[in-house]
């Protein structure tokens, strides 16, 4: 490979990443946070449906600046000596450098392209400065990469289904759907074949998991009676007081 960069690695560079994705103009949540390792390019949540087969990689923020899971990235090259965060409980590596100017230098790890201070034993402040790093002083970046042939997103990461709009403004940008197994419309063998019409109604349901909405869909059978009864319960219109 010599010191060439793989073209994901590049990707992950010359990508736009957190802008408006111009295949799903009008949709909801299109914000660009993937990056298809196969195709080299960033894609947005819509997307992924088209890209399912392929390795994506998540995107993240951190103060302004765009990271990638560490537990992610370890699959595609050493990832030894680069400092790491830690972000709702996540460690993550900042993707590009973060150049700091120093007149002065103290004592304390700094980072080997960007003088920024370091915890020790780390000497990179990012996965661009390793990369730097290595391609300066070996010349070949292939011992440090690892052979990944699958990569999936994280399990808390949402992807959007063909929704409604009423749906879609339920939706939250890191949200978990849990599919549970769909019930069609089914009638007896009754006359009108009403009473024991089965819904399979979907609802959102907000169950606070470490800072996380989660969308679930629950199926429900309701009957007529209970249809009655719902109705029966709904406000009627307000009356005033006499006055005296």
């Not at 087969?53 to 103060?63: A, F, T």
């Not at 709009?165 to 019930?183: A, G």
């Amino acid at each position: 490979m010599g010191p060439q960069k793989p073209a994901w690695l590049e990707a992950l560079y010359v990508q736009k990443f957190f802008s408006p994705c111009s295949i799903h103009e009008a949709a909801k949540k299109n914000e660009k946070n993937i990056c298809c390792l196969d195709c080299c390019t960033s894609i947005c949540p819509h997307c992924v449906l088209s890209h399912r087969s392929h390795r994506l990689l998540q995107i993240r923020r951190y103060v302004y600046h765009e990271v990638v899971r560490l537990e992610d990235l370890e699959k595609l090259m050493d990832c030894s000596n680069i400092q790491a965060y830690t972000i709702n409980a996540a460690k993550v590596v900042f993707i590009k450098k973060r150049p700091q100017n120093r007149q002065f230098k103290g004592s304390g790890n700094y980072c080997t392209s960007c003088d920024r201070s370091l915890q020790e034993p780390f000497i990179h402040c990012s996965l661009g400065c390793k990369v730097d790093f290595v391609l300066k002083h070996y010349k070949d970046l292939s011992p440090f990469l690892r052979v990944c042939n699958t990569l999936q997103l994280s399990p808390d990461f949402f992807i959007p289904q063909d929704m409604g709009d009423e749906e879609t403004t339920n939706e939250t940008p890191h949200s978990t759907i849990v599919d549970s197994s769909d019930e069609h419309l089914s009638s007896s063998s009754g006359s009108s074949g009403s009473e024991n019409m089965s819904f399979a109604c979907t609802e959102f349901v907000r169950k606070k998991r470490s800072g996380l909405y989660v969308c679930g869909r629950l199926a429900s059978k309701i009957s007529d009676e209970d249809m009655a009864t719902s109705m029966s319960r709904r406000k009627g219109v307000p009356h005033r007081s006499p006055l005296c």
